[in-house]
């Protein structure tokens, strides 16, 4: 059998969180875990829901889409970019998945040859790897530029050979919150172009950007695409519209990609191969017309700047994230699964970020209730002190 | 780019009908192309579904589920499995999916190792050959015993090999609707317990049963795990509960299986390769809600007979189906596609069934108004007069 028993360390430490809440009483453990969204849905999925069970026939439904999604849907989605970027992104460009997971490992599949090396910025998330490897890849992760975790251009330009078929972007950035600024995308085309040119085929810019709506303080996330032209957008609305368990997103393939046919085609061979037949044909429906919706973000901004405030107060060191809804912070001690075990004496439940090719670090996520970070402030205090 | 652009053939013929229906009307058009559930989806799935969104908080609702599916949806299920069949089944052998498609390609995925050949009888459904070949697999078709398009045993018997690792049956059969006999599978599973031992290694049997529910005149369908102790059932409620679109069904791992543990942590991992992270959370809940209710089948049976009875008295020859909602039909010249093509001459759309491993033969799926079942007799009768 070629699959093991290895498991994320997200889930581990989740489910570790389960048994020891169910001992302690859930009040008395700081899960900072899981990157669980925990602001409410907007009302406009469930009245969109129930609208559509009500006045439509059962099997418009509930029926088969088209493998890329109902056409409505995908030219919403082309003409949402459009408006918000400036791109001529076209229905045929979209291809609705099952959630950005099932997108990520269709365009590498698609796009993969045996041997073709993914480039990608630590700290990235873990599953890449997983993806890159299912599909015959071999990924390659450029050292993280520490402090500002912005992108280090010559350790780019170090890892880019002719074997790169694809480079990875995350912004805002799981695990660090980071977004990635105009002048790191704009380095990162330069030297994506010129490796293109001297090696003669397309690198791909696969742009998994599930965080894109979740940024504070009035910060933009620049769309990849204005700034290079095989990119590939791939995008989840379960973020955005706290719908994880949905598996609802799409991938969008840029309308200035000179092998945009065939990228196309090569999305939808994947995906039939992975056993995809169409996205949940309901949730299709509801999301062309909750498109404008957003959860309530501002809570997210709370929950950062007091975690934020709070443990800098304290002696943590991090970088303060402009999006997404994680705090990257610095561990106390060199092994950072040694700093994650002592945590949880405190019942601390930080995620070592040695899997997201950062170690040193753990990851703190704050889509979690208001109080319970507060509360977990003294744990906090009482671990830094262990280490004075 | 190693996805080329060839299509699915039933899909092809299906976006013919579009066009068509777009150009003469809809009612002039006799499409048996698709294998869209057309009786109504049952009430309990509507009624728990706005249950579920008014009484519910979102976040639940709509959450991460674990990736194999709720605990107590695969604790129903299992119980549901051990109720009907008297097998002994838990919810730890129980996996959901998103969808048969997804289970079959995470099935084959998890156990298929480069080279190692899968069986299948023909005729198959098509996707068999694609999820074999994207595992690094490759797809062995035993040829079909006419007329009763039950087991060759002979055949199988010489198409079995040191290299088998898989053998996938489909009953009720698409596109044939037959259902295997109990000494069909009574002899399947000698031959096979017979090369295990013989090999030495295990052969699991992929039983595909998504039309399990859907069988007329009071037959019973017999539960593959209680033949063959390897066996892994690929189940869909898309057919049963009218959602196809909906894309949830499961793996069910016997509990006699030796390798019982390794398979199911194969099946999670080739899962989270393919980028699964959980079935449609809200629609977990629902199928637990719903698992005892099927749609009325008594209108497919009334489709079926007037269809079977039509065509034979015409001339026309068939296995008369059993289950499923397919009637499998010997094309009036060997060249199905030939005949595929006069049949649009008449505006009937019949599937050849070349890609199903059976050529000579059409595909006519009766899912579909018994009005335009009645409304097609004029043109069946016209092709073949065609060959008279």
């Known amino acids: 059998m070629k699959w093991g028993k290895s498991r994320n360390c997200i889930r581990e430490l989740f489910e570790y969180g389960t048994v020891r809440k169910a001992q302690i009483g859930v009040e008395n453990v700081y899960d900072f875990s899981l990157g669980n969204p925990s602001i409410p849905t907007p009302e406009c999925i469930k009245e969109s829901m129930i609208r559509i069970l009500t006045e439509q026939n059962p099997l418009a439904i509930h029926g088969y889409t088209s493998a890329p999604g109902r056409q409505s849907l995908r030219k919403a ?7 918000k970027y ?35 910025f630590a700290p990235f998330f873990p599953e890449y790897t997983v ?12 050292p993280p530029k520490e402090p500002d975790f912005q992108i280090d251009f010559a350790a780019f330009e170090a890892a880019i050979s002719e074997k790169t078929r694809c480079v990875i972007v995350n912004s805002p950035n799981n695990p660090s919150g980071v977004v990635l600024s105009s002048e790191s995308i704009r380095g990162l085309a330069e030297i994506m172009n010129a490796a293109q040119e001297k090696y003669g085929h397309p690198i791909y810019l696969l742009s998994d950007e599930p965080y894109r709506e979740l940024v504070y303080d009035g910060i933009e996330v620049p769309c990849m695409m204005n700034f290079y032209d095989n990119t590939v957008i791939c995008y ?13 997103g799409y991938l969008a393939v840029s309308n200035k990609m000179a092998e945009r046919s065939e990228v196309n085609f090569a999305i939808a061979g994947a995906s039939r191969a992975l056993g995809h037949i169409n996205a949940p044909s309901l949730m299709q429906q509801v999301i062309e017309e909750c498109l404008d919706a957003t959860a309530d973000i ?3 901004k709370e929950n950062r700047d007091i975690l ?4 800098t107060e304290l002696g943590y060191s991090c970088v303060k994230p ?8 610095k561990a106390l001690e060199s092994d950072s699964k040694a700093f994650s075990e002592r945590g949880k004496a405190h019942e601390l ?23 319970m970070i507060i509360r977990s402030m003294p744990a906090f205090k009482a671990l830094i002190e262990e280490y004075k």
Request: glycine share 12%.
């Open 308 to 311: 934020y405030n709070g443990l």
């Open 236 to 248: 989840s609305f379960s973020k955005a519209l706290s719908i994880p368990g949905e598996r609802i």
């Open 322 to 329: 402009d999006g997404a809804f994680y705090l990257f912070v």
């Open 298 to 300: 501002s809570k997210y």
């Open 131 to 142: 993806f890159t490897e299912a599909s015959g890849g071999v990924l390659v992760a450029v």
């Open 349 to 371: 439940l930080l995620c070592p970020a040695d899997d997201f090719g950062c170690p040193g670090y753990i990851r703190i996520s704050y889509c979690v209730d208001k109080d």
């Open 86 to 120: 400036g791109t001529a992104m076209e229905a045929g460009d979209i291809f609705v998945t099952c959630g950005a997971a099932a997108g990520l490992a269709a365009f590498l599949r698609g796009v993969l040859m045996p041997g073709d090396e993914v480039i990608t």
């Open 77 to 83: 989605i082309a003409d949402d970019l459009n408006e």
